[in-house]
């Protein structure tokens, strides 16, 4: 099968279950209400298959990218018609339009759950390859090599190595492998710097075998780099990171964001140690140049919190939480300059990015599952124009001045606001093109 059938067969897909659940939202809380539903549709175009229930029409149509619930007396007041939308309470109405985008909210945070049961594979420390040219063939490391040691520094996976070599990228270094049960060491390793490309990374020139483990990662910090800026301000195995820069962090995502919204210059972590709280300060990214390439490294890695109900229900909250902060500052981003239109992807990447994620495995594909579901639930939301958000906002505006707002200026102005989000569609989806062309 073809990338692009693959990709259109599981953007489809998603988004007709994005788009069923985000409609079935409204429609459960238009039923509980008694305002009529004249039609439940999933999909666009003509009709392929319908069946009447009642008051409303259920349909399948042709084009399987959207879909909608349409209500009674939505486009235009009926005084005579009991169950039309503008005929109930506010208050109704307000929790019919929330509805779809909280449906998308929670499943989102659900798909979220669903991963952190999961297990995904992981690069561990022993060897699965060996690349031709490289510092790895030249020491005479094979396949199904375990190394256990750099420089003496235990390793457990092939982040602490990484992390074992931030000192010595540049300098000869030993490595301890363990092979068929002995353990051997290898000493004047030079890693080296692959040519030609516009990035080059130091490497020891070997492919990591992969295993399966959980994805909860915690704020306890596992290890600390020794004489990294983190040891230096006192950080220690076993601390339970709660705030940096004063900002509560309940999950290790949150310390991502800390770090690329305030960048890695001399901050300040508190931590939980032996019951009491500490504020470690002068913290900053530590940095080493080697043959041009700049390594950096936070100086410290944080263990994973065990894959309880628990921890997997508070870890996903939290998560969709973060998801949704980070869908909201991008749109202020967005508004306020910091970010461009480029910056932003639509049907066409979107389906490349799920494609390619399901095809590495149901773990990575939840994952963006999950945040395009809290991605729609938040955009939905927002007080703009033919969205839920933007009727919402008449709703309040008809709230204050105590009268509705004419049904024919309503309609104009979600029509402007309609054929604005088209625009702004057809604009990103044709940068999705030429970044692929190009």
């Not at 007709?16 to 209400?33: N, P, Q, T, W």
């Not at 010595?168 to 040519?195: H, M, W, Y």
């Not at 809290?374 to 919402?392: C, E, F, K, Q, S």
Request: with cysteine; glycine share 10%; aromatic share 8%.
């Amino acid at each position: 099968m073809s990338d692009f059938l693959w990709n259109a067969i599981i953007l489809i897909v998603s988004l007709g279950i994005l788009v069923l659940v985000h409609e079935l939202g409204h429609f459960l809380v238009a039923k509980r209400c008694k305002i009529g539903v004249l039609e439940f549709a999933i999909g666009m175009g003509p009709a392929l298959f319908s069946i009447q229930r009642g008051e409303t029409l259920y349909s399948i149509r042709a084009i399987p990218l959207g879909g909608f619930c349409r209500m009674e007396g939505e486009e235009e007041t009926e005084e005579s018609v009991p169950s039309a939308f503008h005929n109930h309470p506010k208050y109704q109405r307000l929790l019919t339009l929330i509805a779809g985008g909280a449906m998308n909210l929670l499943l989102g945070f659900l798909a979220i759950v669903l991963l952190f049961c999961q297990s995904i594979s992981y690069p561990t420390n022993r060897v699965g390859e060996v690349l031709p040219n490289s510092a790895a063939e030249e020491a005479g490391i094979l396949a199904g090599d375990r190394i256990i040691a750099v420089n003496g520094r235990a390793v457990d996976d092939s982040i602490d190595f990484s992390d074992a070599l931030y000192d010595c990228a540049d300098l000869p270094f030993s490595l301890v492998i363990e092979r068929s049960g002995k353990q051997l060491e290898f000493k004047n390793i030079t890693l080296t710097v692959p040519k030609g490309d516009e990035y080059t990374t130091p490497m020891l020139g070997v492919v990591w075998a992969q295993d399966d483990r959980h994805v909860i990662e915690s704020t306890v910090v596992d290890e600390v780099r020794p004489d990294s800026s983190a040891e230096k301000a006192g950080l220690k195995a076993g601390d339970r990171i709660l705030a940096i820069n004063g900002n509560r962090v309940h999950i290790a995502q949150d310390l991502s964001w800390q770090f690329s919204r305030k960048g890695y210059e001399n901050y300040t972590l508190t931590v939980k140690r032996n019951g009491e709280k500490l504020d470690l300060s002068g913290i900053s990214l530590d940095q080493k140049e080697y043959d041009g390439y700049a390594r950096t490294s936070l100086g410290y890695s944080l263990a994973l919190a065990p894959q309880s109900l628990g921890n997997v229900l508070y870890s996903a909250w939290h998560y969709t939480l973060f998801m949704g902060k980070a869908v909201l500052v991008s749109v202020w981003d967005l508004v306020t300059g910091k970010a461009s239109l480029n910056q932003m992807t639509g049907l066409v990447g979107i389906s490349g990015e799920l494609g390619a994620a399901a095809k590495r495995g149901f773990a990575d594909f939840l994952m963006l599952f999950g945040m395009l579901s809290v991605n729609l639930g938040i955009m939905n939301l927002l007080p703009l124009p033919a969205l839920d958000g933007g009727r919402i906002l008449f709703l309040a505006v008809e709230a204050i001045r105590r009268k509705p707002i004419p049904p024919e200026r309503e309609g104009l102005v979600h029509g402007i606001g309609f054929i604005l989000l088209i625009l702004l569609a057809v604009i990103v989806n044709i940068n999705d093109i030429i970044k692929l062309w190009s």
